[in-house]
């Protein structure tokens, strides 16, 4: 797929490219071809208006720089007089074709491609004057100008054939990434399922067995509840996780006391901590206003008290720590002390499935929680990270305030 995805990109990365330096080197050469022509028909227009007042291109002015030759001819067409120095004018039989085919054309200008002559008509009460310039160095400088596009056409063609090769496989990233995490995710959504399913599946077969009595009976469907609280757990924080990459987090927001919510929050777990011999502490400055979603941002404090409580020393406290930060950002910070995280658990603790502590996954962790706190985080324009030093594991969230 990914292979596919870069092929379509450098494909219509070329087309675009290939489009684009024809269109621009068929303007360059369409210009310079008019340019030229219109000059060199400026300067016959000039000798024309006054053809035998002049022996020399080169008198002409700087308008005048390829080579000439008029004619004038009389009221029923026969040749009166001829001027130019670079011709021999002494052929009268080429001379009467030129004066044939220009003056039997229906247009006053134009080519005769045999002599590489172009020619233009000039016919006033007085007189008739045909005058015919060489376009030989014109078709030579379009030449070598149509010559240099195709070798610059060529070059740039595969210089951005390499580059958008190059390119392709940095825009591809974020779509690899993504697609690897799809994977893992279900991959690692199975695996969690299917613990439970094969509780499940075993305990209702035993059911069916007369074998056993009521008794037996009630432990197994205690044992099927169970693991399905536990499936409907897991199902609840991956559709978390699809709100949140949905960008579901943005709905619903509005300025918000987030020195309340995080107060609020605080309540449920101060029993819990107690029960298990922690200690809870809270420093909590006032009035920090956030535009959020406030039952977002709540379980974002959920998460992290909960994560804390889980990995904490028995004995040991947590505290949680909202203060300003700067101007218009706030630092949510939840510490406890527990074991060291590395520089690797610090990077791969808020991926999804992820746990510093395998053991976990039979209380109820499936290493989604920190993944959902990011996704709200982002949802929100903040961040969040966590620290580890000195025994003691931080948790930081940044959020911008109003």
């Known amino acids: 797929m990914i292979r596919r995805l870069r092929f379509k990109f ?17 303007l360059v050469l ?34 005048v720089r390829l080579p000439f030759f008029a004619l004038q001819l009389g009221p029923r067409g026969e040749l009166v007089e001829r001027t130019g120095g670079y011709y021999d004018l002494s052929d009268e039989a080429m001379l009467r074709g030129l004066i044939q085919t220009a003056w039997t054309s229906h247009r006053p200008m134009g080519v005769i491609e045999e002599y590489n002559l172009r020619y233009y008509r000039l016919e006033t009460p ?46 591809v990233k974020p779509v690899e990434r993504a697609w690897k995490q799809q994977r893992d995710f279900v991959a690692s959504a199975s695996h969690e399922l299917k613990t439970p399913l094969t509780v499940i599946m075993t305990n209702a077969e035993l059911m069916q067995d007369p074998a056993y009595g009521s008794e037996k009976q009630a432990v197994f469907l205690d044992s099927i509840l169970t693991m399905s609280r536990q499936m409907r757990g897991l199902i609840e924080q991956m559709l978390e996780l699809a709100r949140a990459d949905s960008g579901a987090t943005e709905l619903g927001m ?13 309540l449920p777990f101060e029993a819990v901590f107690f029960e298990q011999g922690l200690a809870l502490s809270s420093h909590l400055e006032p009035d920090i206003q956030v535009q959020g979603a406030e039952s977002q941002l709540r379980q974002v404090v959920e998460i992290l008290l909960d994560n804390a409580q889980k990995y904490a020393y ?22 406890n002390q527990g074991d060291s995280l590395s520089p690797q658990e610090l990077r791969d603790i808020f991926k999804r499935f992820y746990r510093a502590d395998p053991a976990r996954s039979r209380t109820g962790s499936f290493g989604l929680g920190l993944s959902i706190a990011q996704g709200i985080v982002a949802g929100h324009r903040g961040k969040i990270w966590a620290e580890s030093r000195d025994g003691t594991n931080r948790f930081l969230v940044e959020l911008p305030c109003i």
Not at 10 to 26: Q, S
Not at 38 to 50: D, F, H, P
Not at 254 to 266: D, F, G, K, R
């Open 314 to 335: 028995p004995g040991t406290g947590v505290e949680v720590c909202l203060k300003r930060r700067g101007r218009g950002r706030c630092l949510l910070t939840v510490s």
């Open 10 to 26: 450098v494909l219509i990365n070329m087309t675009i490219v290939t489009l684009m330096l024809c269109v621009i080197l068929g």
């Open 254 to 266: 509005s300025p918000m006391n987030l020195s309340q919510t995080v107060s609020l929050a605080l």
């Open 30 to 63: 369409y210009f310079t071809r008019a340019n030229l022509e219109e000059e060199n028909l400026r300067m016959m227009e000039s000798i024309a208006a006054q053809p035998f007042q002049v022996s020399d291109p080169g008198e002409l002015g700087e308008d």
């Open 126 to 171: 007085a007189s008739r004057c045909l005058v015919f310039s060489d376009i030989s160095s014109e078709q030579a400088t379009l030449n070598g100008l149509r010559t240099t596009c195709l070798m610059i056409g060529g070059l740039s063609f595969f210089a951005f054939l390499w580059a958008s090769v190059v390119l392709s496989k940095w825009a």
